[in-house]
Nanobody, 121 residues
Framework: QVHLVESGGGSVQAGESLTLSCAASGSILAITAMSWYRQVPGSQRELVAT???????NYVDSVRGRFTVSGDTAENSVYLQMNNLKPEDTAVYYCNANLMERLTSDYADYWGQGTQVTVSS
């Protein structure tokens, strides 16, 4: 069984910073990528940033230059440093990992429980 646990959400003022953390644990053989998504009520979940096994980082245009994804898929961890936060960044942020579980020997997506980020103007 695989578990993803996020931490680091909270409430801040516009212009401030937060860092989200995500750790994956369980019977993991390999991770291809770890990502951060966010979702606001009534909207689809949006991909924010991805860190690949090779260390490549990709961002949605709205956060590029403000957010930095880092970590080590070999250590099953990913972080999201969020600077210059804006009210429109308010959402529940979810950690995602595309990984191979030992029992299934197949790649699948796994999700954390989500952490709330609220940015006030």
């Amino acid at each position: 069984q695989v578990h993803l646990v996020e931490s680091g959400g909270g409430s801040v003022q516009a212009g401030e910073s937060l860092t989200l953390s995500c750790a994956a644990s369980g019977s993991i053989l390999a991770i291809t990528a770890m990502s951060w998504y966010r979702q606001v009520p009534g909207s689809q979940r949006e991909l924010v940033a991805t860190l690949t096994r090779g260390g490549r980082a990709n961002y949605v245009d709205s956060v590029r230059g403000r957010f930095t994804v880092s970590g080590d898929t070999a250590e099953n961890s990913v972080y999201l440093q969020m600077n210059n936060l804006k009210p429109e960044d308010t959402a529940v942020y979810y950690c995602n990992a595309n990984l191979m579980e030992r029992l299934t020997s197949d790649y699948a997506d796994y999700w954390g429980q989500g952490t709330q980020v609220t940015v006030s103007s």
